[in-house]
């Protein structure tokens, strides 16, 4: 076990290392420097010289690669250009308001979607299972943005029940939390359907199985065994999902952000974009990647434990 | 053999004209395809014509979905939305399939360095959460169609490239190719005579799957102004003007949303039934 965590997480600073290595070459790749995007047009050689020598871009690729990884490993991702304030303490007050947004999110639809998707497996093949199959597949090929604006149109516009933009009083708990409905609706609908989805597929297969057919015939109860025994076990592919979805979630909360105009991570990094602050950007990009990788990691470690025999597969 | 084919053909469209979702899913696709190559035709007003002095004007006879701020019918900027939506997931599919099969094949039928390599690029290229890793290349290089393009296809990439690679892996050790290569035959014959067309059904039920991602997506960024640039019509524009409007009117954001959501909802559909008809063991279960 303890094997197969060391092998994972070495991989996934190897990712890590080759996505920052990856997204440097690709950005001296692509026609244009950052330093004309970020000055404009009308910028005197003079002054991009002094940005691009304060950024370090005069120096070759390869020297810049390891002068970024240095900084990155001492938690110094470069200074905003224009507030001059190091990146990661812009970025760090964002984050709070983009991980409690996605944990909201995750946490109602997976409460939803397991119920869901055990009400699914044992009403099987009924009509009131396959209006779900339907309602799921619908859930999870509705675009969040979408979702988004449409709640806002309705919930906020026409009938004025919730707040329509951002992320409430720092100081008032109930504020916020109404502040956080509609965004982590619009965010968690899809992850209803497909967590339901998953469940009753799992939920389906154990219900098939030798010791769940032993504890029915021992004449235990079957609402007991179903969820004493199959539903602890049917869930674990969500925790899966749920790691490997964080990318997802993390560019739905993109979208969110922008329509409630709330503060975070997607907000910064546009907000940033068009005030051309590029420092901001790549530091956002580079953490929110950061992140992705650090929760599949975590999701496969998990798996693995719960699993054994997917530890020796790598 | 080739009645067994045959066979097989009916027996996958029997599956899938069965399954009312299905149709349902390739009629709107149908619809789709129709109203994005007749769009000309189709539209009452020029899509991109102002006329300021029926700006913001309801829905009506003369203009189905009424105006926007510039008096610009909505109802031809919905209608024109679906050709820039396929001209974005087309060549976006056909590009990420092309290479997901070249990097996919050499990682499960070349030496085991070269397979490790290949993976790690591509489990690389997925651990950049999408819509972050698309704005930090619109920071640089500025929004257009062919950024949108290039972005999707850099990150779907890995979806394609990993299945054909299992496949080819499992292929690769089957017993007919032993006796291909037995026989003498090179590489490239086994490569593109037997695994390729194997590989070609999962890949066809997959791109059906992903299309729903990728119109999404278009329009997500076009929504957030990082991808078609006005005044070319798209859904996701038509929901980004929406949106500045949203207290004025609704039916910018109707105009851009019900044609996207009914799109994503008829491929997903399509792709759903599409895997279950062309997969035996999921044929037998329904």
Known sequence: ?314 | MIMKQNNELQLIIKHFFRNILGVAGFLIVMLMVLSAIFADFIVPYDPIALNIKERLQGPSFSHLLGTDQLGRDIFSRMVMGSRVALQVALPTVFGAVSIGFVLGMIAGFGPKWLDNAIILLLDTLRSFPTVMFALAVVALVGPSLETVIFIIIVTSIPTYGRVVRTQTLSIKSSEFILAEKSMGSSTARILLVHILPNIFGPIAVLSAMEIPTIIGLEAGLSFLGMGVRPPTPSWGSLLNEGYTLIRNTPWLLIAGGVPLIITTLGFTFLGETLRDAVDPKLRKRN
């Open chain 1, 1 to 314: 076990m303890l094997g197969y965590i060391i092998k994972r997480l070495s991989l996934a600073v190897l990712i890590i290392v080759f996505a920052i290595t990856l997204l440097f070459v690709m950005i001296h790749s692509i026609p244009g420097d950052p330093v004309s995007t970020m000055l404009g047009p009308r910028a005197t050689p003079e002054l991009k010289a002094s940005l691009e020598e304060r950024m370090g871009l005069n120096e070759p690729l390869p020297v810049q690669i390891a002068y970024f990884f240095t900084n990155a490993i001492t938690g110094n991702l470069g200074t905003d250009v224009f507030t001059n304030r190091p990146v990661t303490s812009i970025i760090g007050e964002q984050l709070s308001y983009t991980l409690m947004l996605i944990f909201a999110s995750i946490s109602w639809s997976a409460l939803l979607g397991i119920f869901l998707g055990c009400y699914s497996a044992i009403k099987r093949n009924t009509i009131s299972d396959k209006i779900l199959a339907v309602l799921s597949v619908s859930f999870i090929a509705t675009p969040s943005f979408v979702v988004s604006l449409y709640s806002l149109l309705f919930f906020s516009v026409y009938l004025g029940w919730l707040p329509a933009i951002g992320a409430g009083d720092s100081d008032d708990l109930w504020d916020q939390l109404i502040h956080l409905v509609l965004p982590a609706f619009s965010i968690g609908l899809s992850w209803v359907g497909y967590i339901a989805r998953l469940v009753r597929a799992s939920m389906l297969e154990i219900m098939s199985e030798n010791h769940i057919r032993t504890a029915r015939a021992f004449g235990l109860p079957r609402r007991w065994v179903i969820y004493r025994y199959a539903l602890r076990l049917a869930i674990l592919p969500t925790i899966t999902v749920i790691g490997v979805g964080m990318g997802f979630l993390l560019s739905a909360a993109v979208f969110a952000e922008i329509v409630f105009s709330r503060p975070g991570l997607g907000k910064l990094v546009i907000d940033s974009i068009t005030t051309r602050n590029y420092p901001v950007v790549m530091g956002s990009v580079l953490l929110s990647t950061i992140i992705f990788v650090v929760s599949t990691t975590l999701s496969d470690i998990i798996n693995a434990m719960l699993d054994p025999r997917i530890g020796r597969q790598l």
